[in-house]
């Protein structure tokens, strides 16, 4: 894992969202993308879409949702919608998000097909935040299994707001091309100091699997 420690948020900010950037202007095709929810990647989010993109090209997955209508305040749909998809509305090469109108099962069926459909089977980029448990996506402390074929998860959280997620799984993370971590505030220090460590304890801590990605940079601001 790579580490860019930035001076300030507003540096994280703007590296994060040029980083993303540049990863779409690079791809020699289409470019696929797993944004996470989170008030960290929000200001990214809204940079990113002022950057000089060709939006028709880039194609934007969630990496994982809060079992909750869209237009709910917990929702990480809504939270995207409002920072990015506004911008560029209609031209994205194709926006997928879990379906949170649907049963459990069904959403997470369909999303698996969505997720399976991606060239190559990689993201391309996937962008993640990490919570002070550890947590990435939304494979909480005890959900991080590293051999299944399965794409998309049903979690839950007791901790953290809204009890029942769909996420992304481990190998998912695991076979992206390249991710982004995004840690934002004194109140991750710890996370930080966790991930630059050499403990590997990926039942407790999720985030450790990411030390042994092949393509991972951190972005850490306090
Ligand atoms: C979510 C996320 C989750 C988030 C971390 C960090 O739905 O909450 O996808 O994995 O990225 O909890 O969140 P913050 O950036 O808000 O600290």
């Not at 999303?111 to 459909?117: D, L, N, S, W």
């Amino acid at each position: 894992m790579q580490f860019k420690i930035c001076n300030d948020s507003e540096e994280l900010i703007a590296e994060s969202a040029a980083f993303i950037a540049d990863v779409c202007r690079s791809a020699e095709n289409d470019c696929y993308i797993g944004l996470a929810g989170g008030k960290t990647p929000k200001p990214v989010y809204q940079l990113f879409g002022q950057e000089d993109i060709d939006p028709t090209r880039i194609h934007l997955f969630l990496t994982d949702e809060r079992y909750v209508p869209h237009d709910n305040a917990e929702s990480n749909y809504h939270m995207i919608e409002t920072s990015l998809l506004k911008q560029h509305e209609g031209q994205w090469g194709s926006v997928h998000a879990f379906d949170t109108e649907r049963s459990i099962d069904d959403a997470l069926s369909q999303y698996e097909v969505e997720v399976q459909a991606i060239p190559e089977g990689s993201f391309d980029l996937l962008v993640l935040g990490v919570g002070p448990d550890g947590h990435i996506a939304s494979l909480f402390p005890g959900f991080v299994v590293l051999d299944t074929p399965a794409h998309i998860v049903h979690t839950t959280t007791d901790v953290h707001s809204v009890h029942d997620r769909l996420t992304i799984t481990a190998p998912v993370i695991m076979n992206a091309k390249k991710v982004l971590v995004l840690l934002s505030g004194q109140e991750k220090k710890a996370v930080f100091d966790e991930l630059s460590s050499q403990t590997r304890n990926v039942s407790e801590f999720p985030a450790h699997i990411l030390q042994t990605h092949r393509d991972a940079t951190l972005y850490y601001s306090t």
